[in-house]
């Protein structure tokens, strides 16, 4: 993993072409985050190098030896795409995939944010997948610059990265604070990025993450579910409970029911909670039948003298 010398590169660079020949207007022709720091990876550390980059870039200071010791897989000499969403989301940045174009990739550069994208550089058949961090690039010149292994300020022609880019499946992934979001995050990448964050983050920190994810994506249910529980993990669970009933109520939700009786019941309210777990059960929705039929026995029982 880590390989650092090009291999025979064929085929068409279709974004390239499109996006060189049809600038996007409202597209800077060209941008470089040159204060980005630097971090000169050592033999199939590209992984943590690349990382250390993206969250220095936001300020979160990991040096790559003390990421190596949590990312780095020695049996596979390298570092695996799960890692590295991991290992930024425990160090306390929401860490958001991107879409696969290089029109997506060129506006998270233009709006200041580094992109951590994989390539290989070998051959499908003879891959050498390796780590480098995107930091700025110029259309009409036809290049993209890199934090690089041991160069820190790569230039690569566009239609080169794009071939080596493709060969992982365009995988790349932006480093964000809590609250921040990539300027061109999807709703569904916006939601995996947040859930895995909730994952390792205080109930604060992923509650920041999911009030801010709201205001871009107001009709989420994931959000919306999500945005409750962590209400619920710090203690406020009479604010969680308001959340519950009006997800519950503007999806549809038998979860969200089933979490508000269980909410309501420790907030000493049992004729509530088992209103609130016949409104789950009523759903009769599939994957939750079970935990709604829990949930009214518990409701239920609640009553008894």
Known sequence: MCGLAFAWLSGCAVQTTALRSRPPSDLPGAAELSATP???QT?????PAA???ALAAIGIDAA???LAEQIFLPARTGTLQTEMLAGARRHGAVAT???????????EVAAGH???VLQNLGLSFAPRWHYAVVVGYDVVAGDVLLRSGGTQREVIAMRTFEYT???SGFWAFVASRPGDWPVTAELDAAAEAAVGFERSASPAQALRVYDSALQRWPDSLTLAMGQANALYAAGNKARAAELFEATARRHRSAAAWINLSGTLLELGAPQAAL???RQAVGLDDEPWRARAAQALEAAQRAQLP
């Open 38 to 40: 630097f971090f000169a």
């Open 43 to 47: 033999a199939y550390q590209c992984g």
């Open 51 to 53: 990382l250390a980059t």
């Open 64 to 66: 790559p030896a003390w």
């Open 97 to 107: 995939r991107l879409l696969g174009t290089l029109d997506a990739l060129l506006r």
């Open 114 to 116: 580094v992109v951590v």
């Open 165 to 167: 880019w493709a060969r």
């Open 275 to 277: 209103d609130a777990a």
